[in-house]
């Protein structure tokens, strides 16, 4: 998969006014600075397509983002920031559950997992909850250039042990460096095949 055209199209905090369309979607979900927003100008190579931070909750809204003229990625905002209103924060939720379930042209939920922590409660439960809603999902692990190869292969093993605990099958798994452009081949090639199988 090639990208040759990437345009923020619009921000919103109300799935209603979402782009109306049939095109197919992939949104990118996890935990506040995980990376999710560098994941998306790592795959579209530009640098200040979606707005990244080193402070958690930089991302506070739905972004459409349309590629090629034929499909978006979405950046989404993180879930798990302690330090915002409990209030906001259920806000958020709301937002982004309404979101997941109610859009009909989302082909694809990437949960990005910080690659250098143990699997975390807030993590597992979010992978929990969009199973149940019976959501394709994708998991993608970020920063593994922080982590050593020795270090990266315990760190995934920790994860697909803990899923396999209540997991029969495991979903797609995609180590990625936003910073090193780790993965960005094979998640391309996984949105064009899922795209192409329409
Ligand atoms: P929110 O929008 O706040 O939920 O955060 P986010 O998940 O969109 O994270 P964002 O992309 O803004 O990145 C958060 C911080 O992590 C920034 O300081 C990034 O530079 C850093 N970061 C993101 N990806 C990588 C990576 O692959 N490697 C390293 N070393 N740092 C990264
Ligand atoms: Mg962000």
Redesign the pocket.
Known sequence: MLIHSAEFIISNTDYHKCPVTKLPEFAFI?R????????INMLTQRKNL?K???T????QTINHFLINQSWYLV?L??YG?ATISLKVKQGWSKMIENYLIHRENLFCTFI?IDSRLRPQKIDLEFITWIGEQGLPMALLF?????LKKGELARSKKNYTDALTETWEELPPFFI?????RIGRNEVLDFIGKAIKQT
């Open positions: 996890g506040s600075n995980v990376g999710k927003s560098s994941v979606a990244i931070s080193s958690p909750g930089k991302t950046d905002p993180g920031y990005l970020t920063k593994c250039d922080k990625t460096s936003s910073e090193k």
